[in-house]
T-cell receptor, first 116, second 117 residues
Framework: EAQVTQNPRYLITVTGKKLTVTCSQN?????MSWYRQDPGLGLRQIYY???????DKGDVPEGYKVSRKEKRNFPLILESPSPNQTSLYFC???????????????FGPGTRLTVL | AQKVTQAQTEISVVEKEDVTLDCVYE???????LFWYKQPPSGELVFLIR??????QNEISGRYSWNFQKSTSSFNFTITASQVVDSAVYFC??????????????FGSGTRLSIRP
C-alpha cells in the first residue's frame, strides 16, 4: 500500500530534550516536506527536500533540522525543543516538484507534539 | 511573494444547501499550481484537485466543482447539495513551478465547514 508513515504519532516531551520525528514513504517520491499545523494558521512549511542530499528552508525553519540521506526517509529533528514548537506535524511526499510542475502531495497521519 | 488567503474561517450550513469556499492567491510567477485538500475530523489530509495556471477550465467532480479565475486570482470550491460527510477543514494551496523560484508550497489558513443535519 502506497503510504507515508510518521513516528511517533504522539509525543510529550520537556524543553531542551532533543527529539526526532521519523518520516518514510514507499512511493519513490523525490519531493518530501514537513509542515506544522496550528489553529488559525493552516499548514506552514518547515523544510522541504527536492531529492537525496538536497534540502531547503520553508517558511518556518527556525528550531528545526532535517536530513535526506535516503530517498525514502526525511526525519525532522528538534535539537532543543521549546513550548512554541507544540504543534501537529505532517510529513508529505510527492513526485518531483521541479520543472515538471507541482504534483499533489501525499500526507502522513500526523504527529502531535507537546513540549512542556 | 506567495500568499494564499481563505477569508472564511468557518462556515455552517444546513444539509443539502450549496456552499462555496473562497480562495484568493498571490504570486509573481506565470506558471503555478493550485490545490485543494480536505481534512476531515479524523485528521488526515486528503488531496481533492490540482489546477495549473494555464488551464482555466472549470472542473466538476460529482457534487464538487472548482472555479478558477486568473483575472481575480481566485480558485473557489463549491459543494452542491452538501452532506454531513462534507464537514471538514478545507485548505487551498499554491505551488510555483520551476527551479528558479523557491520550491515552497503555501497553504491558506483553512475554512472549517460544518454541515448541520
Amino acid at each position: 500500500e502506497a503510504q507515508v508513515t510518521q513516528n511517533p504519532r504522539y509525543l510529550i516531551t520537556v524543553t531542551g530534550k532533543k527529539l526526532t520525528v521519523t518520516c518514510s514513504q514507499n512511493m519513490n517520491h523525490e519531493y518530501m516536506s514537513w509542515y506544522r499545523q496550528d489553529p488559525g494558521l493552516g499548514l506552514r512549511q518547515i523544510y522541504y527536500s527536492m531529492n537525496v542530499e538536497v534540502t531547503d528552508k520553508g517558511d518556518v525553519p527556525e528550531g528545526y533540522k532535517v536530513s535526506r540521506k535516503e530517498k525514502r526517509n526525511f526525519p525532522l529533528i528538534l535539537e532543543s525543543p521549546s513550548p512554541n514548537q507544540t504543534s501537529l506535524y505532517f510529513c508529505a511526499s510527492s513526485l518531483s516538484k521541479g520543472l515538471a510542475g507541482g504534483y499533489e502531495q501525499f500526507f502522513g497521519p500526523g504527529t502531535r507534539l507537546t513540549v512542556l | 511573494a506567495q500568499k494564499v488567503t481563505q477569508a472564511q474561517t468557518e462556515i455552517s450550513v444546513v444539509e443539502k444547501e450549496d456552499v462555496t469556499l473562497d480562495c484568493v492567491y498571490e504570486t509573481r510567477d506565470t506558471t503555478y499550481y493550485l490545490f485543494w485538500y480536505k481534512q476531515p475530523p479524523s485528521g488526515e489530509l486528503v488531496f481533492l484537485i490540482r489546477r495549473n495556471s494555464f488551464d482555466e477550465q472549470n472542473e466538476i467532480s460529482g457534487r464538487y466543482s472548482w472555479n478558477f479565475q486568473k483575472s481575480t486570482s481566485s480558485f473557489n470550491f463549491t459543494i452542491t447539495a452538501s452532506q454531513v460527510v462534507d464537514s471538514a477543514v478545507y485548505f487551498c494551496a499554491l505551488s510555483e513551478a520551476g527551479y528558479s523560484s523557491a520550491s515552497k508550497i503555501i497553504f491558506g489558513s483553512g475554512t472549517r465547514l460544518s454541515i448541520r443535519p
